[in-house]
């Protein structure tokens, strides 16, 4: 079973530009998190779709940030326009069970590493 | 609010000893507790979970873990600790439906 892939796994922009990045889950997986982790700091949540649909997007810092997922299936992640403090690894995991509580397990892709200078 | 501290930044360890990664949490209700591992250019990978019952769990790669309710703690060990166990861990909370993690503890073994 394929696991949790993500593209790019980096990407080096300019403050303004605009980035998009790309999480395909574990086939059948209903759910989707995107996460991220700003140097020096912890993962965090940016926001959890069930299939097609937005759970929960609390996490999302600013309207700059723009998440999708199409027909349920892969998943992008867009920031337009790009700013300095938008530098991280974003991180994308997928889980099996569909519904607002899952304990099922999250499974992490290896993160995009975007770099705004 | 909820929050995962992990005291240690930074872990060595010699080649065969053994390891103790600590972990505090800070959650009103009965948490769900998880460990991760991140190796250079990987994903997070799941080491092991706590939901309920037995509070010793046993996970992947020789590691264990304890919950202790009286401490809010979810430490994570290994007795004998592989040059190959050199890595970043995470633990982490599930709480609705996303994680909390600590800021990680990166662990370095020594020959």
């Known amino acids: 079973e394929a696991g949790v892939t993500q593209f790019p796994s980096h990407s080096v922009i300019e403050k303004g530009q605009t980035v998009t990045l790309r999480c395909d889950p574990i086939?059948?997986?209903?759910?989707l998190y995107w996460y991220r982790r700003v140097m020096g700091k912890e993962i965090k949540f940016l926001l959890h779709?069930?299939?097609?649909?937005?759970?929960?997007e609390s996490g999302m810092p600013n309207n700059r940030f723009l998440a999708e997922r199409t027909g349920g299936t892969y998943s992008t992640l867009k920031v337009q326009p790009a700013e300095l403090e938008d530098s991280g690894v974003y991180f994308c995991?997928?889980?099996?069970?569909?519904?607002?509580?899952?304990?099922?397990?999250?499974?992490f892709g290896p993160g995009t590493r975007l770099t705004v200078l | 609010a909820q929050s995962v501290t992990q005291p240690d930044i930074h872990i060595t360890v010699s080649e065969g000893a053994s390891l103790e990664l600590r972990c505090n949490y800070s959650y009103g209700a009965t948490p769900y507790l998880f460990w991760y591992v991140q190796s250079p250019g990987q994903g997070l990978q799941l080491l092991l979970k706590?939901?309920?019952?037995?509070?010793l769990v046993q996970g992947i790669k020789g590691f264990e873990a304890e919950f202790k309710r009286s401490q809010s703690s979810f430490n994570l060990r290994k007795p004998s600790v592989h040059w190959s166990d050199a890595a970043e861990y995470f633990c982490?909370?599930?709480?609705?439906?996303?994680?909390?993690f600590g800021k990680g503890t990166t662990l370095s073994v020594s020959s």
């Open positions: 995991a997928s889980s099996r069970l569909a519904g607002g509580w899952s304990t099922d397990t999250q499974y």
């Open positions: 706590y939901f309920s019952g037995d509070t």
């Open positions: 086939s059948g997986h209903d759910n």
């Open positions: 779709f069930v299939k097609e649909s937005k759970q929960d």
């Open positions: 982490a909370a599930l709480t609705g439906t996303a994680l909390i």
